[in-house]
C-alpha cells in the first residue's frame, strides 16, 4: 500500500475557492497538463469532490489513488494513464 503522504504530485491545482462541480472541471482542465503516469493532485473544500472525482477517474480510465484529509480541505491524487 503506497502512503498517500509520500507521493509527489507532478502539478496541484487548488479548488478550494470553488464549488461542486468546480473541482471536477479543474481536473479535467489539469489532467491534460501532465504526463502520462504522473501525479495530479486536486485540493477542494467540496464534500463532494471525494465522490465525483473517483466516479470520473473510472468512467474515463485514470486511478484515482485517495485522498488526504488537510486542514479544511481534501487533497485528492489522481494517476493519469492516457
Not at 486536486?42 to 465525483?52: L, Q, R, V
Not at 468512467?59 to 488537510?70: I, N, P, R, S
Request: with cysteine.
Amino acid at each position: 500500500m503506497t502512503d498517500l503522504n509520500q507521493i509527489e504530485a507532478a502539478r496541484i491545482v487548488d479548488a478550494r475557492g470553488s464549488a461542486c462541480p468546480g473541482p471536477l472541471l479543474e481536473a479535467k482542465k489539469g489532467i491534460g497538463s501532465i504526463a502520462v503516469g504522473e501525479i495530479l493532485e486536486i485540493w477542494s473544500a467540496d464534500a463532494n469532490t471525494k465522490n465525483d472525482i473517483p466516479r470520473w477517474c473510472q468512467k474515463v480510465g485514470h486511478d484515482f489513488l485517495g485522498a488526504l484529509e488537510a486542514d479544511g480541505y481534501d487533497r485528492l491524487l489522481i494517476k493519469r494513464t492516457k
